[in-house]
């Protein structure tokens, strides 16, 4: 019943996940990670990454790839997985920046 409506990932490997995204050499943060347990133990993986300023232009699809074949190998149950670079929340502007702003003030 669990798997029909979208049971994430076990809060251990959750965690699991998260710290191996955030000691990756190309990551400066995790914005956002989603899981989404599948059949058996696979599990789907969504990820927003603020990546580090060196990473840019066609460096940046090499990085995503080398940190996705690299959390792979480590994770082998993650059969589908999704990394989506985003701007650093120094440098967003918007809902994100306003939002900060805004609780900052609180």
């Known amino acids: 019943k669990s798997l029909l409506i979208g049971e994430s990932a076990s809060p251990r490997t959750r965690r699991a996940i998260r710290r191996f995204f955030e000691s990756h050499r190309h990551v400066y943060r995790v914005r956002r990670l989603i899981t989404l347990q599948q059949q058996g133990d696979e599990i789907l993986v969504a990820v927003q990454l603020e990546l580090r300023p060196a990473v ?6 090499r990085a995503i790839d080398e940190c996705k074949s690299e959390f792979q ?3 082998p149950q993650a059969k589908w997985t999704f990394i989506e670079p985003v ?10 920046a306003t939002r900060r702003r805004h609780s900052a003030h609180a």
């Open 56 to 61: 840019a232009d066609a460096r940046l699809l």
């Open 73 to 75: 190998a480590q994770f």
């Open 87 to 96: 701007a650093s929340s120094a440098n967003s502007t918007g809902k994100d």
